[in-house]
């Protein structure tokens, strides 16, 4: 079977330098660099073991929260409600790593965001026990020869000619708990193609550029990278997709190939109809659902999904035998999500902003959330990558009756999920088949 490789990758633009030092703020010392060369310091940085905090209900909650929040502010923000593809912890882990620099109203907005409690307002816990729940969550995702997970981190900062200086604290925490690799490099071309380098190795080559320039105001880069390589445990058989009609959501009839298989997970509640397709190891789970009803607004059922709809939906699974019908498709999403995250509640982040934890001798902000996905799923598996790009710089801006069928020929919601905690790490819609 053809090999797959599913990929996440998150590039978390900003400013830090770096020394010696242990732990999960003075000013860190850097080592003078040759004009054009990149150096890695990170090895001078001796980081103490995190004690891990296992996923329980105050995590699994916020995380859903954030998950069901970017899907719907993302989706609202697509003017052409074309399919859209995130992964919540790619984003997450992205501004986990910002929020370890933010102070004051930014580090509370980002911890609200970010760590949202069941009520919906406040932050449930802050960005020390967030760095912990993430640092195990991370651990704990499992990975074998035919359904593969792997993660690599790394900050970029601008050399010291710059005038830049980045605590210390920074970059003990982020290696800690997200083995960040450290780069200090001159900010010109030849950075640019180091970094996309690295994005191209960490993502299998299925991502091979991000950046298309550096700006003068841009002083840091930390990059999060995803792989996730997966083989169904029931594969479609390839003699079985056959052409037939899929309704996208602006009224058209496309045919588009579809495939065929024999399943076991239903997914039904009052108002959803889903399935949920083991990768191999049944480690990894596809969940695809959408309204019951197919005559319900599907972008006003995007906007009615949360947290507890979405937890109470994937473990509301249930045995029986369905016959699946599934398009064979592919989806490519790219999209700046500082609207997004405005819309969710972050604003000091991206103007006003204190991210004195990263520079004390500069004033620094976000400048771009740039997020880009792919994902490509067929009758052997599933290969998807994401990247996101957080750029740091010198602040400047009723019940049915019997299923025994589910027919995704409609517009529908779909998942990459975890099976021991039942969380998302991909999330998208289909909308039309491209």
Not at 47 to 66: C, E, H, I, Q
Not at 92 to 110: C, D, F, P, S, V
Not at 256 to 284: H, N, Q, R, W
Not at 352 to 358: H, V
Request: with cysteine; net charge negative.
């Amino acid at each position: 079977m053809k090999k797959r490789s599913l990929i996440i990758c998150s590039i978390l633009l900003s400013a830090v330098l770096l020394l010696n030092a242990a732990g999960c703020g003075t000013s860190a010392q850097q080592k003078p660099v040759a004009a054009g060369k990149t150096t890695d310091l990170m090895t001078a940085v001796n980081a103490a073991p995190v004690d891990g905090l296992k996923t329980d209900d105050a995590f699994r909650n916020a995380y859903l929260s954030f998950a069901a929040s970017l899907l719907k502010e993302s989706y609202a923000g697509s003017s052409d409600s074309r399919s859209v593809l995130l992964s919540p912890l790619s984003v997450m882990t992205a501004l986990a790593m910002t929020l370890n620099g933010a102070e004051g109203e930014t580090r509370t907005e980002l911890e609200e965001v970010l760590t949202r409690g069941e009520s919906g307002s406040g932050a449930a816990f802050g960005r020390e026990e967030l760095n912990r729940y993430l640092y195990r969550y991370y651990k704990e995702l499992p990975s074998s020869e035919r359904s593969r997970f792997f993660f690599a981190n790394s900050v970029w900062f601008k050399e010291q000619d710059s005038g830049f200086r980045v605590e210390e604290e920074f970059l003990r925490i982020n290696k800690a708990c997200y083995g960040a690799e450290a780069f200090q490099a001159p900010f010109n071309e030849e950075t640019r193609n180091d970094i996309n380098g690295w994005i191209d190795r960490k993502t299998d080559h299925v991502i091979p550029k991000m950046l298309d320039e550096i700006s003068d105001a841009d002083v840091m880069f930390l990059i999060n990278a995803l792989l996730f390589d997966a083989e169904w445990e029931n594969p479609f058989g390839s003699n079985t997709i056959l052409p037939q009609p899929f309704h996208a959501i602006n009224g058209a009839q496309q045919s588009v190939p579809m495939m065929f298989s024999d399943e076991s997970l239903l997914l039904l509640d009052s108002g959803t109809v889903g399935i949920m397709k083991p990768y191999a190891g049944d480690k990894y789970r596809f969940a695809a659902f959408m309204p019951l009803d197919e005559t319900v607004d599907f972008s006003q059922y995007v906007n009615g999904l949360d947290a507890a709809g979405i937890e109470s939906l994937l473990n509301s699974v249930t045995r029986k035998s369905i016959t699946l019908t599934m398009p064979k498709f592919s989806v490519e999403y790219g999209e700046d999500l500082v609207g997004t995250l405005r819309r969710m509640g972050i604003t000091h982040a991206f103007g006003d902003a204190d991210f004195s934890g990263i520079s004390k001798g500069d004033a620094l902000s976000i400048g771009h959330v740039l997020h880009r996905t792919r994902l490509d799923l067929d009758n052997a598996g599933t290969k998807a990558a994401a990247v996101t790009v957080v750029t740091m710089t010198r602040a400047a801006i009723p019940m049915p009756g019997e299923i025994t069928a589910v027919r995704l020929d409609r517009p529908f919601v779909y998942m990459i999920i975890d099976t021991a905690q039942m969380l998302p790490i991909f999330m998208g819609t289909v909308t039309a088949v491209p």
